[in-house]
């Protein structure tokens, strides 16, 4: 309902030859907009990439992250995650990698809500083209 605890963010990525700080403000500005305006929540894709974001997400609250995108993605998702530490960390200590964890761990979790087509690892991680499971 895009309320609560549950609430996603979408992010659409810019041109990579843009103002990264000035795109960052841009889009920083867009998801207030949108929690303050009450904008419905974007309609179901044929499909969703999501690269390099779930092993930043609080771990309380990937589940909700993931139904979400169970919802957005209708036929096809393509999701690459991190399984190493980030060289980066958050202001408050943490590593900006919140959940480091292997593929063995994401594996199930994906595996609940899609039907695996393309597992492959990667120097830092791995990436998975999933569908969305028959209707039976």
Known sequence: DGEGSGARAELRCPDPACNPYLAIAGMLQAGLEGIEKGYDLPEPMEMVAC???????????????????????????????????????????????LIVKPAAWWLPQIMERWDMHVFQKTPDGFFVVVMAKEVQ
């Not at 992250?65 to 096809?76: P, Q, T």
């Open 51 to 97: 690269i390099d974001v779930l092993e930043h997400i609080e771990p309380e609250l990937l589940d909700n992250v993931l139904d979400d995108l169970k919802r957005c993605a209708m036929s096809v998702g393509v999701f690459s995650v991190a399984t190493e530490p980030a060289k980066k960390v958050l202001d408050d200590g943490r590593n900006a990698h």
